[in-house]
């Protein structure tokens, strides 16, 4: 399959034809070359016995992500000492969590961001100063040395594992919760007035 791909790319074929015209950020990897995009090296690790105890659905959601064009975000950090104990869903501030702009990000969104940070993030926090569909403020533990560690990072490169479409009401957490495997919302999508 690969081999047979790669011909298509080595032909010479206009990128019109390689990628879905309109969508570019379904852009599939092979326009990019397999080995490169991001997102190899944690589907690898996520395929080793070392990841035994990763949830499925992060191996599910990478698969399909390598598929997706990465994009650059801007990238702050913050733990319960700067930014309160309690998110906007209802959740305890903690690794694994980050704020994002809610014009543009749903809660339970989830994204993988690259270095320095490489970690998965889902979006189950707003803030003030979080604006703009490229700004993730994230938590990498409850240190406040580590945030401050990060400071601010610009051009730091990202891929969309899972985009819940923007709401104004945030509810709570359903317990347990997992993005779901396929979704419907488009991956970038104007921005919505904030509703109360
Ligand atoms: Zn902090």
């Not at 010479?12 to 950020?25: I, K, Q, R, T, Y």
């Not at 990060?150 to 594992?161: A, D, K, P, Q």
């Not at 945030?170 to 317990?175: A, H, K, L």
């Not at 997992?178 to 904030?194: C, G, I, S, T």
Request: proline content about 9%; some cysteine; aromatic content about 8%.
């Amino acid at each position: 399959m690969t081999i047979a791909l790669l011909a298509i790319v080595a032909s010479g074929a206009p990128a019109a034809e390689v990628g879905s015209a309109g969508d570019a950020d379904r852009m599939p990897h092979f326009g990019r070359s397999a080995s490169r995009h991001p997102l190899v090296r944690l589907r690898d690790y996520l395929n080793s016995p070392a990841a035994a105890t990763q949830p499925g659905w992060k191996r599910a959601l990478v698969e399909i992500a390598l598929n997706r064009k990465p994009r650059y975000a801007r990238i702050t950090s913050y733990c319960p000492r700067c930014g309160g104990s309690g998110t906007r869903w209802g959740s305890r501030t903690r690794a694994g969590i980050c704020a994002a702009d809610p014009s543009y990000w749903g809660p339970g969104s989830v994204v993988w961001i690259g270095p320095p940070i490489n970690q998965t993030f889902t979006v189950e926090d707003t803030g003030g100063a979080v604006k703009g569909e490229n700004h993730f403020d994230v938590c990498v533990g409850t240190s406040h040395a580590a945030c401050r560690n990060i400071g601010v990072r610009r051009n730091v490169e990202y891929v969309v594992l899972y985009k819940a479409a923007p709401r104004s009401r945030w509810g709570r957490r359903p317990s347990g919760y997992k993005p779901p495997l396929a979704f419907d919302a488009p991956l970038f999508m104007p921005r919505v007035p904030e509703g109360r």
